[in-house]
Every structure is written in structure tokens, then in C-alpha cells.
């Protein structure tokens, strides 16, 4: 291969790495998925005895009224759900500094998706 395809094809590779490492760190997969969160239709959890503190712990100092996603809302909440899971459940997006465990990732996936009562 000629120095200079070969210097090129260096290049274009470092690029792609690059970039894939960009992509990682904005999406990084919690390896949760649809099949654990699914609504437990029997669940005692509300936004009374769940979503109102969760969302004031770990959200609300960020995502306030007026804000894309205002978890002070329940209306917002329910009207944002499916990003929050993305965020949230799917992602290690949010909160941004990691701080969920997996058990408080599927609590607040399963009370999202059973509509967040
Ligand atoms: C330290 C501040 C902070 C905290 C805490 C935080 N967020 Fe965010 N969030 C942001 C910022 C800033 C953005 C927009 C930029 C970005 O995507 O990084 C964002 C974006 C989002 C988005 C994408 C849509 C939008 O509103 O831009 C969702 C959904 C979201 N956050 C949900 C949550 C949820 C749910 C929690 C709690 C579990 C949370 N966030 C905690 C700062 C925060």
C-alpha cells in the first residue's frame, strides 16, 4: 500500500475511533432493557410514596419548572416518561453524576411504565 493511502487510512480509522468513543460516552447502555420494567400492574408505587421524592432527590435540582423536562410535574413527568426511561434507565445519562443503582433505575422504569400513578 502506498505511505500515503496508507497514512490516510490511518487517519480515517482514528477518526471513526474518535467518534465511537464520542458516542459511548453520551449513550452509555445501562444494559437494562424493555423486559425489566415492565409494568407491575399489582405495584403499591406512586408518586405519592415514590416518583415526587425520587424526582426531588435526584432530578428536580437540575430539571425544574420552565425546563425541557420539569420532574416537578407529574404532568411533565408522564408527558416526558419515555425519554426519562431512555435517560435514566437505559442510559447512564442521567442523574449526571452516575449516582442510581440498577434496583432505583427498574423502580423508576416500572412506575413510568405502569403511568406513573
Ligand atoms: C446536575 C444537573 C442534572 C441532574 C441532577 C439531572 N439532569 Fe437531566 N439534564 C441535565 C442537563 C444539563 C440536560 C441537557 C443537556 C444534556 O443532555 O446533557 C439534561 C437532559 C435530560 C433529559 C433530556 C431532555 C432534556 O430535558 O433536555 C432528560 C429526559 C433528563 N435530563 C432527565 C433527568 C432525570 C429523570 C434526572 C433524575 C434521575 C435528571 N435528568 C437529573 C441536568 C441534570
Keep these: 500500500m502506498p505511505l500515503t493511502k496508507l497514512v490516510s ?3 480515517t480509522l482514528a477518526v471513526l475511533g474518535a467518534l465511537a468513543l464520542g ?8 444494559g437494562l432493557g424493555a423486559g425489566d420494567i415492565t409494568c407491575d400492574a399489582a405495584s403499591p408505587v406512586t408518586y405519592d410514596n415514590f416518583g415526587a421524592a425520587f424526582m426531588n432527590t435526584n432530578c428536580s435540582g437540575c430539571h ?7 420532574t416537578t410535574s407529574l404532568a411533565s413527568i408522564r408527558a416526558n416518561a419515555a ?11 442521567m442523574p449526571q453524576d452516575s449516582s442510581l443503582t440498577d ?7 416500572k412506575w413510568l411504565n405502569c403511568g406513573a400513578p
Excluded at 458516542?23 to 445501562?30: D, E, I, N, V, Y
Excluded at 425544574?64 to 420539569?70: F, Q, V, Y
Excluded at 425519554?83 to 445519562?93: A, K
Design 23 to 30: 458516542l459511548a460516552a453520551c449513550s452509555p447502555s445501562t
Design 9 to 11: 487510512s490511518t487517519l
Design 103 to 109: 434496583a432505583e433505575r427498574i423502580e423508576l422504569g
Design 64 to 70: 425544574g419548572p420552565g425546563s425541557r423536562t420539569d
Design 83 to 93: 425519554g426519562i426511561i431512555d435517560q435514566t434507565v437505559y442510559n447512564d445519562s
